[in-house]
C-alpha cells in the first residue's frame, strides 16, 4: 500500500506541478473575476476614500519602516550587524518580495 501511494506521489504531470498549479490558479481568479464583473464595474472611489486609501498606505509604510528599525536594532544588539549590510533597505525588499503575492492573491480571493 505505502510502495503504491509513493509510485502515486512520483507521477509529474507535463510541464510540471508549478505550471498547474498556476494554471488552476489563474483559473480560478478569472472565473471569480468574471462572476462578479458587474459589481466590479459599479464600484467607484469617491475623493474620501482616496485619502483614506493614501493614509492605508502610510501608516503601513510607517509600520513597516519602524519594524525594520527595530529588526536593525535587535540584530545589532545580538552582535552581528557590524558588517557594511544596510538592514533597513534588506529587511523592505524582503518584505515586499515576500508578501506582496500573497496579499495581492488575499486581495483577488475576496472577490
Same mark, same amino acid.
Given at each position: 500500500?505505502?510502495?503504491?501511494?509513493?509510485?502515486?506521489?512520483?507521477?509529474?504531470?507535463?510541464?510540471?506541478?508549478?505550471?498547474? /498549479?498556476?494554471? /488552476?490558479?489563474?483559473?480560478?481568479?478569472?472565473?471569480?473575476?468574471?462572476?462578479?464583473?458587474?459589481?466590479?464595474?459599479?464600484?467607484?472611489?469617491?475623493?474620501?476614500?482616496?485619502?483614506?486609501?493614501?493614509?492605508?498606505? !502610510?501608516?503601513?509604510?510607517?509600520?513597516?519602516?519602524?519594524?525594520?528599525?527595530?529588526?536593525?536594532?535587535?540584530?545589532?544588539?545580538?552582535?552581528?550587524?557590524? !558588517?557594511?549590510?544596510? %538592514?533597513?533597505?534588506?529587511?523592505?525588499?524582503?518584505? %515586499? %518580495?515576500?508578501?506582496?503575492?500573497?496579499?495581492?492573491?488575499?486581495?483577488?480571493?475576496?472577490?
Amino acid at each position: 500500500m505505502l510502495k503504491r501511494f509513493r509510485s502515486l506521489l512520483s507521477v509529474k504531470p507535463p510541464g510540471g506541478l508549478k505550471l498547474w /498549479i498556476t494554471l /488552476i490558479t489563474l483559473g480560478f481568479v478569472g472565473w471569480a473575476l468574471a462572476g462578479h464583473a458587474v459589481g466590479l464595474r459599479a464600484l467607484s472611489i469617491t475623493s474620501e476614500g482616496w485619502w483614506w486609501l493614501v493614509l492605508a498606505l !502610510g501608516l503601513s509604510w510607517l509600520s513597516l519602516v519602524v519594524n525594520a528599525g527595530a529588526w536593525q536594532v535587535l540584530v545589532r544588539w545580538l552582535g552581528h550587524g557590524s !558588517g557594511s549590510t544596510p %538592514l533597513v533597505p534588506l529587511y523592505l525588499s524582503s518584505n %515586499l %518580495l515576500k508578501y506582496l503575492p500573497g496579499g495581492v492573491w488575499r486581495a483577488v480571493s475576496w472577490l
